[in-house]
């Protein structure tokens, strides 16, 4: 039995195939579109998903929706009712669309999927889950645990911003709920929007911006902001906030209350918004142990499945997993909104048609290596009909080759197998470099990511290997936990240098591998496994043997402001556009010093266009 899941029209569109409730597909709009955070309905990774499962649509047996969109009508008319006339502006921008297009996402969905296949409208079983639901199917059903606490966090769903269940087996039940307009993820996201980033693509920065800063606004947070419980239920002080009835985030009375009005996005960072993200992020990891606590005892499990945007956060999640509140925790790949695609088809599965769930304590992500992989024939075709000049390697040249550009410190693009599923970069579309070069992280952020200086990178180790460098033995195979590089492994820094403040810091080299290292001594730690990416495993092997160091510079392939790759092409175009020195696609191996010099003056222009 088939089943699609797919997840559309707000934002991170996805697909996923599921076949006898094992997922054998799942893929991002946006990496077929090139349009960041696309939104649209996810025809490319709906036609790959089939693809992948060779089949059309007419061999889907349900498709699967990861929302309900009139319990979200109900909300939007419910807040702009109890708000009224202050949301009227609101109001008034958003009815078009829905009265438009999203009442009528059944239609749309039917209209859409009969495109695929052919017809007017797709007359199969279309089937819809509520929105935390199907983020707790992909946590739970995944996971490589018989029974465990579930827990997601993020912004709204229907009317759900945060739930507590529990699953065992094939079950799944909602235990507790915190409620629309009280949400974590809202109140991250209204930092975001102060301190000058994107809301739903910043965060992220917000807790790489952190280590920066002290969390000297966090008592304020909690004693205006948010009405925190020991259970970890909470509430927010609308009066600070407008996303419910205006077209912001933050209301006149937060900007009084922290003294300042936004900072301008792109205007220079100083240590005020520093200690802005460092007091968000600590109030966020005391909500985020309160809740995790309260499921332990509601539940009795040892184990905790986490989910929805929140759960990206993984400074928040390499804290709950120090503190030992679960003997372990597992973290969908997808957390986000992509990942209601694999939670929809999985919910529907096990809950509505009622099979058990295969368990031998694996992972069933594998890896989150679910997206489109390219043969070498089709790999060499597509890169010559690009003009890209390369050479064919066998298996251990690819290594060996690779390993001399690292050593080199040069930046390499790396492309192999099926591309991963989420936010991260797992090894299969990666730009990577040698971590023990105290000039990696500037080099990559500056001249081939074109991001921000204080963005830190982060480290994948052979999975054997990570106790010796990084304070856990954990599993962390999605780049989803934080942990600390072993004091061993740190460089003692002189009075002057320890003496540095802020921003100052960035510079400062504090371990062996101090291009993963951030200014806290934390890593984002991605552990290889040679199971699930054994090319990969293999080049980390080879780059110990080479330098006695098993950690490689791990960040995603793409440039600010663009998804990661997906095709060759792709690959070839973010090559050419930076400063990425050599490029590794399947077994082919390229240098930008062979490139035709007539390719590599347009890209550049094209890139310093933009």
Known sequence: MRILGISAFYHDSAAAMIEDGLIVAAAQEERFTRKKHDAGFPANAVAYCLAAA??????????????????????????????????????????????????????????????????KEWVGSLLFTEHHLAHAASAFFPSPFKSAAVLTMDGVGEWCTTSIGHGRDNELEILKEVRFPHSLGLLYSAFTYYTGFKVNSGEYKVMGLAPYGRPLFAQKILDNLIDLKDDGSFRLDQRYFDYCTGLTMTSPAFHR?????????????????????????????????????????????????????????????????????????????????????????????????????????????????????F???????????????????DDDQVITRTVDALVDEKAVGWMQGRMEFGPRALGARSILGDPRSPRMQKTLNLKVKYRESFRPFAPSVRREDVAEWFDTDADSPYMLLVADVLDRRRLPLGPDEAALFGIDRLNVPRSEIPAVTHVDYSARVQTVHQDTNPRYWELLSAFKERTGCPVLVNTSFNVRGEPIVCTPEDAFHCFMGTEIECLVVGN?????????SHLRQDYKEHFELD
């Open 588 to 596: 082919c191996f390229l240098r930008k010093e062979d490139q035709p």
């Open 257 to 373: 209350l922290f003294g300042a009005e936004p900072r301008k996005p792109e205007s220079p960072l100083t240590q005020r918004e520093m200690d802005l993200a460092a007091s968000i992020q600590a109030v966020t990891e005391e909500v985020v142990l309160k809740l995790a606590s309260f499921a332990r005892g509601e539940t009795g499990e040892r184990h905790l499945c986490l989910a929805g945007g929140v759960a990206l956060n993984c400074v928040a999640n390499g804290k709950l997993l120090k503190k030992r509140i679960f003997d372990d925790i597992w973290i969908q790949p997808a957390a986000g909104d992509a990942g209601g695609a694999v939670g929809a088809a999985l919910a529907a599965w096990h809950g509505y048609l009622g099979h058990n769930r295969t368990f031998d304590g694996r992972d069933r992500m594998a890896g989150a290596y679910l997206g489109p992989a």
């Open 375 to 393: 043969d070498q024939r089709d790999i060499e075709k597509r890169l010559t009909a690009a003009g890209a000049v390369y050479t064919v390697l």
């Open 54 to 119: 060779e089949c059309d649509m007419a061999d889907v047996d349900h498709v699967v929706f990861y929302d309900k969109p009139f319990l979200k009508f109900e909300r939007l008319l419910e807040t702009y009712l109890a708000t009224s006339p202050r949301g009227f502006s609101s109001f008034r921008m958003a009815m078009p669309l829905w009265i438009k297009e999203k009442l009528f996402q059944k239609k749309l969905l039917r209209r859409q999927l009969g495109k695929l296949a052919g017809s």
